[in-house]
């Protein structure tokens, strides 16, 4: 049976609208944990009906019953993607749910290990009622605002999974969310540039690289009616330089979403301009060598979902983002956690010389700048491979149809080259190189050969 047309189903979604939404504004930090603390309790009985959790947790020698709440989560072992792997497709989801009414969905092909998870229609509404929340913020609605969706649509992504396959056909879609237009970040941007100029949206959301493309096309005259008044960005880490010429390009106020697959959202930043946790949805521990770290801190973010009834997310350590928790409450009033800063996926970091790490949010640096300072949106692909401790190779695909245009190929090199070693010091050779392609399916856009057992990280750049 379709669940949507299931009038109990149906209540639950919407009382779980008016409760949830603006949950984080009106309740106190000790109610919060009370309800993360059920939540917890909740998920780990309903984990213990799922093959690899109840094997997991066997090992470990430890009981749903030692499971009271959030304190007792350390005694849990950690989910790794190796474990999703070798569990899957009967052992990563509950003997209780038929598997039928679940989504497959997979993480982002662009680190080459694709990743298949299941989520239910509870996820999928969750993660529609966190965006939304992220909108009410912003003093914006879906039933009054133009709202436009730039997503990841390939066909085995989350959000295809969500919309196309969860959404869709469950709901007349266009029906209901009339203001909402759904765009794919794979195609051409100027094909985008032209469907929003159309639409004319009060707000954006969409990846940080195509929302740097849609900077540069309507700087460079397109889009005319494309005035957003708020623009959020997700997907990697947004570059400070590149947000502000984004908002000064379409005039319109920037602010983060940050989300991954396997857990939905996890934070979003307020008026404020203050990171805040979706701490009634997640739950996130920051990791050091399996201790937490200080406030302002990077350590290892390892996630804890608390609504599916697909694979549950339980001290998963394998989104490899390096994260700054920060101690501490925002002026806007919102309950839950904080973060400072999250710089990427440690798993897409180069290792230098003297225990140095360098974070994609250091090297997306280098590429906003070829977008805002350069104006350039020629480089239409990179590679960047670390061949040891002191040899960087950068590989660069160069858009045929703008070479011609704007800087020189050979300026652009020297940018990327000099921008690099900048960071790496002198002890590190950079040599960027064109080639006709990167090969990005065999796996990731940033490869290091360097053996991470013998490493010992000193500080992540
Ligand atoms: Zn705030």
């Known amino acids: 049976?379709?669940?949507?047309?299931?009038?109990?189903?149906?209540?639950?979604i919407l009382k779980r609208y008016l409760i949830d939404v603006d949950r984080l504004d009106r309740i106190s930090g000790e109610s919060l944990r009370r309800y993360q603390d059920k939540q917890l309790r909740r998920?780990?009985?309903?984990?213990?009906?799922?093959?690899?959790?109840?094997?997991?947790?066997?090992?470990?020698?430890?009981?749903?019953?030692?499971?009271?709440?959030?304190?007792?989560?350390?005694?849990?072992?950690?989910?790794?993607?190796?474990?999703?792997?070798?569990?899957?497709?009967?052992?990563?989801?509950?003997?209780?749910?038929?598997?039928?009414?679940?989504?497959?969905?997979?993480t982002?092909?662009?680190?080459?290990?694709?990743l298949p998870i299941y989520v239910d229609m509870l996820d999928i509404v969750m993660g529609l009622f966190a965006y939304i929340r992220t909108l009410h913020e912003y003093d914006m609605s879906v039933w009054k605002d133009r709202i436009t969706i730039?997503?990841?649509?390939?066909?085995?992504?989350?959000?295809?999974?969500?919309?196309?396959?969860?959404?869709?056909?469950?709901?007349?879609?266009?029906?209901?969310?009339?203001?909402?237009?759904?765009?794919?970040?794979?195609?051409?941007?100027?094909?985008?540039?032209?469907?929003?100029?159309?639409?004319?949206p009060a707000f954006i959301g969409g990846y940080v690289g195509m929302l740097g493309h849609l900077a540069l096309q309507k700087e460079s005259g397109f889009g005319d009616n494309i005035s957003p008044r708020y623009i959020a960005a997700t997907g990697s880490v947004l570059d400070p330089y590149l947000?502000?010429?984004?908002?000064?390009?379409?005039?319109?106020?920037?602010?983060?979403?940050?989300?991954?697959?396997?857990?939905?959202l996890i934070g979003f930043q307020c008026k404020k301009g203050s990171y805040h946790l979706m701490s009634d949805l997640v739950y996130a521990e920051f990791l050091r060598k399996g201790q937490p770290v200080a406030s302002g801190e990077a350590g290892e973010m390892v996630i804890t979902k608390f609504h599916s009834h697909g694979t549950p997310i339980i001290r998963y350590s394998a989104i490899n983002d390096i994260v700054a928790p920060l101690d501490g409450h925002c002026s806007c009033g919102k309950t839950g956690a904080l973060i400072k800063k999250v710089y990427g996926r440690n798993d897409?970091?180069?290792y230098l010389p003297g225990g140095n790490v360098l974070l994609p949010s250091s090297f997306s640096e280098i590429y906003s700048k070829i977008l805002y300072q350069l104006k350039t949106n020629k480089v239409k692909n990179t590679k960047i491979i670390q061949h040891d401790l002191t040899t960087l190779e950068i590989q660069v695909v160069i858009d045929e149809a703008l070479r011609?245009?704007?800087?020189?190929?050979?300026?652009?090199?020297?940018?990327?080259?000099?921008?690099?070693?900048?960071?790496?010091?002198?002890?590190?050779?950079?040599?960027?190189?064109?080639?006709?392609?990167?090969?990005?399916?065999?796996?990731?856009?940033?490869?290091?050969?360097i053996d991470k057992k013998n490493y010992t990280i000193a500080r992540y750049i």
């Open 150 to 200: 730039i997503g990841d649509f390939a066909p085995h992504t989350a959000e295809s999974g969500y919309v196309t396959r969860g959404l869709q056909p469950r709901f007349n879609i266009s029906g209901i969310f009339r203001n909402i237009q759904w765009l794919n970040t794979n195609d051409d941007p100027k094909k985008i540039v032209s469907a929003i100029n159309e639409f004319q």
């Open 348 to 350: 897409l970091a180069l």
């Open 243 to 264: 947000k502000l010429f984004i908002e000064k390009t379409f005039h319109a106020k920037v602010f983060e979403v940050y989300g991954a697959t396997e857990s939905g």
């Open 108 to 114: 982002s092909g662009t680190t080459g290990k694709v």
């Open 1 to 12: 049976m379709n669940q949507f047309y299931n009038p109990l189903f149906l209540g639950k």
């Open 43 to 106: 998920l780990v009985r309903f984990a213990d009906t799922v093959p690899l959790y109840h094997e997991k947790y066997k090992q470990a020698g430890v009981h749903i019953s030692d499971i009271a709440g959030i304190d007792d989560l350390q005694k849990l072992p950690c989910i790794t993607k190796d474990d999703f792997k070798r569990h899957y497709p009967n052992g990563i989801v509950s003997s209780k749910i038929k598997k039928s009414s679940l989504i497959e969905v997979s």
């Open 404 to 449: 011609p245009i704007g800087p020189s190929v050979e300026e652009i090199f020297q940018f990327i080259k000099k921008g690099f070693e900048e960071k790496t010091g002198s002890a590190v050779t950079v040599t960027v190189k064109e080639v006709d392609s990167v090969d990005t399916s065999q796996g990731p856009r940033i490869v290091s050969m």
